[in-house]
């Protein structure tokens, strides 16, 4: 017996609005976070952002057993690590909790873009879904080089070159230049406004610029083929 339209176009309809809804909170983020004053909103909103990646991503890997544990715990030290830098504690215990919460950071969305490529690479059929859910990745992915960045600048304030220094910078707004500087890198554009110094951190832009050009070209291959094949069928 046949299902009704009006059944699966809803249920996919369901569907296809996790990977909108998440695309869309991710991209609210990058734009507001640099615009909120207060600290502690911006750090609910990224643990916001975060449970919702969580949560998406272990909808889309039912699969998953261990590292569901393991994506739980790590969101755990990264909410504990950004409760505790938003509280009066002294700078010492501050700069711990700080980088608690921002090495937590990336495990975190390396299982997040991993768990969405997955569920991609397992997609039979172009769709909606499919393409939000490239796009997603695509943000993670500049997201977790810039936490990558924001380490570096962390160990080394003179490993990057900004218009501001580093020193005269409040943590989320040298968070939203790094992630700037990551996506620019990424997209390969290349503005020159903000440039790696150290050897160190010149290796890991370009490491981000290959891998934003390999994930186009591997991203346009398998839509290329899902497409030839729904085609065909």
């Given at each position: 017996m046949r299902r009704p339209l009006s059944g699966v176009g809803e249920s996919d309809l369901r569907q296809e609005w996790r990977f909108l809804q998440l695309t869309l909170f991710i991209a609210a983020w990058m734009l507001l976070s640099p615009l909120i004053p207060d600290r502690w909103?911006?750090?609910?909103?990224?643990?916001?952002?975060l449970l919702n990646s969580v949560l998406v991503t272990l909808w889309a890997n039912p699969q998953w057993s261990g590292?569901?544990?393991?994506?739980?715990?790590?969101?755990?030290v990264s909410l504990a690590g950004s409760l505790l830098a938003v509280l009066p504690l002294p700078d010492r215990w501050l700069r711990w909790a700080r980088l608690a919460g921002?090495?937590?950071?990336?495990?975190?969305?390396?299982?997040?873009?991993?768990?969405i490529l997955g569920f991609i690479f397992r997609g039979?059929?172009?769709?909606?879904?499919?393409?939000?859910?490239?796009?997603?990745?695509?943000?993670?992915?500049?997201?977790?080089?810039a936490q990558f960045y924001v380490l570096v600048l962390a160990a080394d304030p003179t490993s990057f070159s900004l218009p501001i220094p580093a020193a005269e910078r409040s943590p989320q707004l040298l968070q939203s230049d790094m992630l700037y500087f990551s996506l620019v890198t990424l997209a390969t554009v290349g503005y020159g406004d903000i440039l790696p110094h150290t050897e160190f951190a010149r290796m890991l832009a370009m490491l981000e610029a290959v891998v934003g050009q390999f994930y186009v070209a591997v991203v346009v291959a398998v839509f290329v083929g899902m497409y030839t094949a729904q085609s065909r069928d």
């Open positions: 909103l911006v750090q609910v909103f990224l643990q916001a952002f590292a569901r544990r393991v994506a739980a715990a790590l969101w755990c921002e090495v937590s950071l990336l495990p975190l969305l390396a299982m997040l873009a991993v768990g039979k059929r172009l769709s909606i879904d499919g393409i939000l859910a490239t796009v997603a990745v695509y943000l993670i992915v500049a997201l977790m080089f």
